[in-house]
């Protein structure tokens, strides 16, 4: 489309707005690590962090952890997502909750509750007793990696099954005519063809694990992660090396950026282009194997259902101290959190909307420059607006913190920067909702209402707009009901009167007080679970159509 000189004034902005607050606080925080205790530049600081062993091995743990719950992640995800992409089979369709479930329960409650089934006094250990037998501590890596795994496997099931529905089915269908087993076909046919969602899914899951902060902070004392190793270094009571902090931010922005060129360089390499086509026949399956297929998918379901089930009922468990009491029955836990939840909840709905509002309006705007009009400055705000998808929480959390509370914009210590970074966290999501849709409306329909004298501003709003609608309401309640369970930078960001449900929460497992994290948990789910369900029966509303 010919340029428009208020379609370049919207450009230039969001560019703006991008640049003033997610650049160059990352600008910087890189320029900071490099700033010793005596004013003077160099990589002394890097040199310490290297041959520190505290810190050293926070990168190890970090690196470790991301490589293993990546590849159980995509062994997960993956299979189930060959299972329900070319499978019929009972219990098929349970697997359209998990991208809900996974979304919408916060990390802090994953591990609170994971905590509760498997700790030492936990569910399971409380039922091998009699018998003398206890599992191994879930605060090691078994303990983390599975709960990450649980936490982390619907991003490649969700990304991989987008792409083995993409695949056309003739060319498989070739394949097996040639006499190829299903295995070779998959491996040989299928595989190279979707290998852009398989790494796609990969580097979403590790960026995820390396930033995640909630259940490396509830579970992963033993093997500190730099996510956390940097907020404990934000926090000291002692004061905290201020270069530290900006070392392990960098480090982590590093390991994000390298992992999306990799990805970037291994695809434009290796893959396979196809013309679009049939989806593949779904083969229906019996006796044995259906049995095992739907038992799969059951225990994965339950898995994932698992930890809300746990919240709500250990919320009505009597306790005393981190004792609880399994069997009975108190509505003294949730009588407390509703008395004490208010403030907190309402400072969770109040960010959640500011962030979603302001979202909606710049991610729209964005992903129709980036479809629609397209040019070197558009091209650039794409690149730009995806950078938070490989930024951890408490690394943008810092940057904000260290760049805007001195100079001419400060706003440290306000709710304007925690609604910025949970503006900032969901952004990349927004924008993907809403560039699908765009790519299928024509460009002749808005053409048209231009012809005839509309002014392509006018037109967007009149028609394009109206298109993609569905989407955008699916987009902003996905924006909204992910912020409501942000941890990760509101754990650096928050201060005193501005808390919110999700530092409650981790507050309350961090002090051993289960029963009442639960209660808070149950609060926090009903917040968003009942505006899902409002939305979902008057609006017709699919979340997982904004992924």
């Known amino acids: 489309m010919r340029r428009d000189p208020a379609w370049d004034a919207i450009a230039y902005a969001a560019l703006a707005v991008m640049a003033l607050f997610l650049v160059w606080p990352l600008v910087t925080t890189f320029a900071s690590s490099f700033h010793g205790k005596d004013g003077s530049y160099g990589l002394g600081g890097y040199a310490t962090f290297f041959t520190s062993r505290a810190y050293r091995d926070s990168l190890w743990n970090t690196l470790i952890l991301g490589g293993a719950v990546t590849l159980t992640s995509m062994l997960v995800g993956g299979a189930l997502a060959v299972l329900v992409a070319r499978c019929r089979f009972p219990l098929a369709s349970w697997v359209a909750a998990l991208p809900l479930v996974t979304l919408v329960i916060p990390d802090v409650v994953v591990a609170a509750a994971w905590t509760l089934v498997l700790g030492q006094q936990g569910i399971v250990n409380a039922w091998l007793e009699p018998f003398e037998m206890r599992l191994p501590s879930l605060y090691s890596w078994w303990g983390l990696i599975f709960v990450m795994t649980l936490n982390s496997y619907v991003y490649a099931f969700v990304m991989i099954l987008v792409g083995l529905k993409a695949v056309d089915r003739n060319l498989e269908e070739a394949a097996t005519s040639l006499g190829q087993p299903m295995a070779r076909v998959l491996t040989g046919v299928t595989l190279p063809l979707i290998l852009p969602s398989v790494f796609g899914a990969g580097l979403v899951v590790f960026t995820h694990v390396i930033g995640s902060f909630g259940i490396p902070a509830i579970l992963g004392a033993r093997m500190p992660v730099l996510a956390v190793k940097a907020y404990n ?113 309402w400072n969770s709905l109040a960010l959640s909307a500011a962030a979603t509002v302001a979202g909606v309006f710049f991610s729209v705007a964005t992903a129709y420059l980036v479809v629609k009009r397209r040019s070197f400055t558009t091209a650039t705000l794409d690149m730009i607006v995806m950078l938070p998808l490989t930024i951890a929480g408490t690394v943008l959390g810092i940057a904000l913190v260290n760049t805007f509370n001195t100079g001419w914009i400060v706003i440290t210590g306000t709710w304007m920067i925690m609604a910025l970074a949970y503006f900032l966290r969901r952004i990349p999501n927004s924008v993907r909702a809403a560039v699908g849709p765009l790519h299928n409306v024509r460009d002749s329909i808005e053409e048209a209402s231009v012809s005839l004298g509309v002014p392509p501003l006018a037109s967007f709003f009149k028609v394009v707009l109206p298109l993609i609608r569905p989407a955008i309401w699916a987009a902003a309640l996905l924006m909204w009901v992910t912020s409501l369970s942000e941890l990760s930078a509101t754990i650096v960001l928050y201060y005193g009167g501005m808390s919110t449900m999700p530092i409650e929460i981790f507050q309350q497992v961090d002090s051993g007080r289960l029963a009442l994290a639960s209660a808070y948990s149950v609060i926090l789910m009903l917040a968003i679970f009942i505006p899902l369900a409002v939305a979902q029966w008057t609006f017709k509303l699919r979340l997982d159509a904004a992924q």
């Open 233 to 345: 270094e934000f926090v000291s009571e002692l004061g905290g090396n201020p270069q530290m902090q900006t070392i392990m931010a960098s480090l982590l922005v590093m390991l994000g950026g390298a992992m999306l060129v990799i990805q970037k360089l291994w695809i434009e390499r290796r893959q396979f282009q196809m013309e679009s086509g049939r989806a593949p026949a779904l083969v229906s399956m019996q006796g044995p194997w259906a049995l095992a297929a739907a038992f799969a998918v059951f225990v994965v379901v339950a898995l994932s259902l698992l930890t809300a089930v746990i919240a709500v009922i250990t919320a009505f468990t009597p306790a005393k101290g981190p004792v609880l009491g399994y069997g009975g029955f108190t509505v003294a836990h949730m009588e407390t959190a509703f008395a004490k939840a208010r403030q907190p909840l």
